[in-house]
Each structure stands twice: as structure tokens, then as C-alpha cells.
């Protein structure tokens, strides 16, 4: 294996195990052991969110401008840190403030990550390894998850405030790793006017080329904005499906645990096979289209499950939650080669902050999107998601053909040697 994605993988087992733990815990503590009302949590859990958002781009910037080594380093320790802090807070403005820290900084290390594995590997490698780390995520985060089981079953303020340190204690040895990554995942080193030799972890004095702004690239930004779209999928899962669940079908609520456990499943077993080819622009495209008749195919089939008996009802959301997974897993493998190869490689930190930003700005919206539709009209709604996912699917395909025919130009256009 590869040195950068071995050092990445140990990093990722280890503190999303911790991680996993604070998912699983956080909302409980913060209503039953702190006191906050449900809507003072989904005040700090919507501003911290945006904080994130802000910050994405931040650390992807800084990536191109510093040591990446150093900078994950530090983000990922000050991200422990605050989440060690949770264990101390005692009212709604230390919770905000320690929200809205370890998601600037957890971020900002998110997109300085991918900043990383853009410089450290090439084409087809570069999906790899986020599907590799994908599964490496998914897997700890499960293991963290049983292991906040010893709070829940206690159910006391100090179980919750021991496993919280705990799980911090985890993250932080999960942190030592990233160190050892080696000088080859920072920016390129420019040679000073004076010939001196800069350090390795460090840029020179001299003034920098000139790299294109991101934001200024409106193919990039387009794509950025579908892939956010068709990324409420994550949302749909996490809200939509377990409401849909209790609220209209005669499904027993605890199937919502069950297909949690498919996706996990599912995602453990086929990201890493699935992704496999998808750093060819073509690839990507055709699996994210794939994946949008999936996600319509679901929507629907989640629809039908409403009002019929729960026999049928169990086997459509059974059908459904696998369609939707699968169109999970090829989505973030297509948006990972097309998020990648239309790059500038100038400044690929940049582009995978502004790509991180609409990712997080999709989060925050899809909620009320899901809620306005679904939620609120029954079928008609969800017919209208499965065309918001098959559209966004469809135009990010169109990306990708363009794409392929640019660079099939570009070739054409080389005079031979």
C-alpha cells in the first residue's frame, strides 16, 4: 500500500472510532445531561454547519499556500480538543462555541485531506483512495457507535462525560500518524530569486505563479452545485426515510435501524470495488447517471410504501434502501474522479475546498428540501425528489461528456513528435 494512504487509513480507523462515538452520544448529552431544549440543539447544529461550510475552502486554500502535513496535524489535534471539551460544557453558549470550533476546524482538515490525496496520487488512484478511506471511515464509525453503547446503557451524566473523554483520548492517538506523512503531499516547493534552498515544509519568499480562482470557474462551480444537490441523498437517509418510516407506512420503526445497517453493509462491501475506473472522467459520468435512475427508482419505490400493510411495506423500503444505497456508493465514486480531474493543478486544494463548501451547503438545505416535499405531500413529493436526483444526475453527465470531448480535442490538436 502506498505510504501516504496507509498513514491516512491508520489516522482515519483510529479517530473515527472516536468519532463514531460523539455521533452517536451528542444530541442525547446535550438534551438529557446539559438540559438544552430540541430547538436550542438544532440552533447550534445549524450555525455550527455553516460555520463549516465557511471554513471548507479555508483549509483547501491554506493547503496550497502551506505545509498540508502540518496544517492536517494541527486542525485534526484542535479538532480533539474540542470535542474533548464537550465533556465540560454546562450551557447553550459553551455548547455553540465548541459546535462551531470543531466544525470550522473538522472542515477545514476535511478538505485539507482532500487537498492531500489530490497532490499524492494521480488519476484513477485518487478515487481509490477516497473509497478506501471511505470504508475505512464507515467501518469505525460503526465500531465507535457500539462503543457509545456503554453511555446509553449507564444513561448518567458521568458514563456520557467519561465516554466522551474517551472517545477524544481515541481521537487524539488517532491524530500522531498524520506526522509522518511524507514532504510529497505538500504544494510543490518554489525556488527563492536568491537560489537558496527553502525548507521542505515551507514556501520560499518568492512570489508564487499566479493559480485561476475556482470561483471563477463556472464549469467547476456547476458541477460543484449538482453534486451538492444530488448529495441530499445523505439527508433523505437520515431524516426523510425514518420519518416516511413512522409517520405513513405500517413498517415497524425499528426497520429504520435495519436499513442503517444495509447502507453500512452495502458501503463496506462494494465502495472499493464500485469505484474501481471512475478516475476516467467517461466512467464517472456514466455511473453518476446510473446512480440517478437509482435514487429515482428509490424515491418512488419509498413512495409506494406508504399506506399498504406492512409485509409489503417492509419488502419496498427493504428495495428502496437498497436501490438508494447503491446509488450512494456510485454517486460519491463518480463525484470523486469528476471532483478531482477538473481540477487546476496549480491549485487543487482550492478547488476540493470550494467542492467541500457545496457539499456542506447541500447538508444544511436538504432537510427543508426534504421536508417540503416528501414530508409534506406524500407521493407527488416524491416523485418530485426522484427528478431533482435524476436531473442533477443527468446535467453532471453532461459535464462529463463535454469533459471527455475538451480533452479529446486537446489531443487532437498536438502535432505529432
Not at 395 to 404: L, M, P, R, S
Request: with cysteine; glycine share 8%; aromatic share 8%.
Amino acid at each position: 500500500m502506498d505510504p501516504v494512504l496507509r498513514i491516512l487509513v491508520l489516522a482515519t480507523l483510529i479517530s473515527r472510532v472516536g468519532r463514531g462515538v460523539f455521533l452517536t452520544v451528542t444530541v442525547l448529552y446535550l438534551t438529557f445531561v446539559i438540559g438544552l431544549s430540541v430547538s436550542e440543539t438544532a440552533v447550534i447544529l445549524g450555525i455550527s454547519s455553516a460555520v463549516g461550510v465557511l471554513t471548507s475552502y479555508v483549509g483547501g486554500h491554506l493547503a496550497d499556500r502551506i505545509s498540508a502535513r502540518r496544517l492536517l496535524f494541527v486542525l485534526l489535534a484542535a479538532e480533539g480538543f474540542a470535542l474533548a471539551c464537550y465533556a465540560f460544557a454546562a450551557d447553550f453558549t459553551s455548547v455553540l462555541i465548541i459546535a462551531c470550533t470543531a466544525s470550522a476546524v473538522g472542515s477545514a482538515s476535511n478538505a485539507t485531506r482532500m487537498a492531500i490525496i489530490a497532490r499524492a496520487f494521480e488519476g484513477p488512484a485518487r478515487v481509490s483512495a477516497r473509497a478506501v478511506l471511505r470504508t475505512v471511515t464507515n467501518i469505525s464509525i460503526a465500531l465507535g457507535a457500539s462503543f457509545a453503547g456503554v453511555a446509553l446503557l449507564a444513561d448518567s451524566a458521568q458514563a456520557y462525560r467519561i465516554v466522551m473523554l474517551g472517545a477524544a483520548i481515541v481521537y487524539f492517538l488517532g491524530v500522531i500518524p498524520v506526522w509522518k506523512l511524507p514532504q510529497r503531499v505538500n504544494a510543490p516547493v518554489r525556488v527563492a530569486a536568491t537560489g537558496t534552498s527553502p525548507s521542505t515544509d515551507h514556501h520560499p519568499a518568492a512570489a508564487p505563479v499566479q493559480a485561476p480562482s475556482p470561483f471563477k470557474d463556472r464549469r467547476y462551480l456547476l458541477l460543484t452545485a449538482l453534486c451538492a444537490v444530488f448529495g441530499m441523498q445523505f439527508s433523505l437517509a437520515e431524516v426523510g426515510v425514518p420519518l416516511w418510516i413512522a409517520q405513513n407506512t405500517a413498517a415497524p420503526t425499528a426497520l429504520v435501524s435495519v436499513l442503517l445497517i444495509l447502507n453500512t453493509l452495502i458501503v463496506v462491501i462494494f465502495q472499493i470495488p464500485l469505484a474501481r475506473g471512475t478516475g476516467d472522467v467517461q466512467k464517472s459520468g456514466k455511473v453518476i447517471t446510473l446512480a440517478g435512475m437509482l435514487m429515482a427508482i428509490a424515491a418512488i419505490t419509498y413512495a409506494l410504501a406508504g399506506g399498504v400493510p406492512v409485509v409489503p411495506a417492509v419488502l419496498l423500503l427493504v428495495t428502496a434502501a437498497t436501490a438508494h444505497a447503491f446509488a450512494e456508493v456510485w454517486s460519491q465514486a463518480g463525484s470523486w474522479g469528476l471532483s478531482f480531474e477538473l481540477v487546476n493543478d496549480l491549485n487543487p486544494g482550492a478547488y476540493q475546498g470550494v467542492f467541500a463548501m457545496g457539499a456542506g451547503l447541500g447538508a444544511m438545505c436538504a432537510p427543508f428540501v426534504v421536508a417540503s416535499t416528501a414530508l409534506k405531500f406524500g407521493f407527488l413529493g416524491w416523485v418530485a425528489l426522484a427528478l431533482i436526483f435524476l436531473c442533477s444526475a443527468l446535467a453532471i453527465g453532461v459535464i462529463a461528456k463535454q469533459e471527455v470531448r475538451r480533452m479529446s480535442s486537446a489531443l487532437q490538436a498536438v502535432p505529432p513528435a
